[in-house]
Antibody
């Protein structure tokens, strides 16, 4: 059974880069057909798709965030990562990683989420 | 357009059938997926694609679509179905979520 676990700092200073890693266990990321996603949720609010990556390295990003985000994959470690640059308080959210079936948006396995606060 | 519109809230009596809708231009070309989220938990995929339920999801959850509108139907709502429900879909380049519907089971 595939499981995902987010890790990274819970507090980031404004203007710095937020870096998170998602570790995949119970299955190989290189399994065909899956994309590996990042999603965030503002306090008390809805979900925002950040972007996803295929194990081949192909990436797709939310156009509103594209200039500040980068998603990368390390299949040897069964991990994928998110960098968000030049963060502000508006980037404070719960960040989730998830497995997406074929890039369709059908995210069938989710991590528990990690809270990131941007504050000096 | 990358927008999906959901009603903010809906309520249903215990055992009643409830329909949650999601509207958007992308739904004319792509399927909607539906997620249930309870407080403090990650979202859970309940219906995806052409009315497919992941393993373990009760068969009272079903999905349908017509034109620019997708629907999640819960046939015989249970107390444990009280949650926020989100639809999402995609276009050629991105995935996007609806704003969510809060379901109250009375």
């Amino acid at each position: 059974q595939v499981q995902l676990q987010e890790s990274g700092p819970g507090l980031v200073k404004p203007s710095q880069t937020l870096s998170l890693t998602c570790t995949v266990s119970g299955g190989a990321m290189s399994s065909s057909g899956y994309f590996w996603s990042w999603i965030r949720q503002y306090p008390g609010k809805g979900l925002e798709w950040i972007g996803y990556i295929h194990h081949s390295g192909s990436t797709y990003y939310n156009p509103s965030l594209k200039s500040r985000i980068a998603v990368s994959v390390d299949t040897s470690k069964n991990q994928f990562s998110l960098n968000v640059s030049s963060v502000t308080a508006a980037d404070t959210a719960v960040y989730y990683c998830a497995r997406d079936q074929g890039g369709s948006g059908a995210m069938d396995v989710w991590g528990r989420g990690t809270t990131v606060t941007v504050s000096s | 357009s990358s927008e999906l519109t959901q009603d903010p809230a809906v309520s249903a009596a215990l055992g009643q059938t409830v329909r949650i809708t999601c509207r958007g231009d992308s739904l004319r070309s792509y399927y909607a997926n539906w997620f249930q989220q309870k407080p403090g938990q990650a979202p859970l995929l309940v219906v995806y694609g052409k009315n497919i339920r992941p393993s373990g999801i009760p068969d009272r959850f079903s999905g349908s679509s017509s034109g620019n509108t997708a629907s999640l139907t819960i046939t015989g709502a249970q107390a444990e179905d009280e949650a926020d429900y989100y639809c999402n879909s995609r276009d050629r380049y991105q995935v996007f979520f609806g704003g969510g519907t809060k379901l109250t089971v009375l």
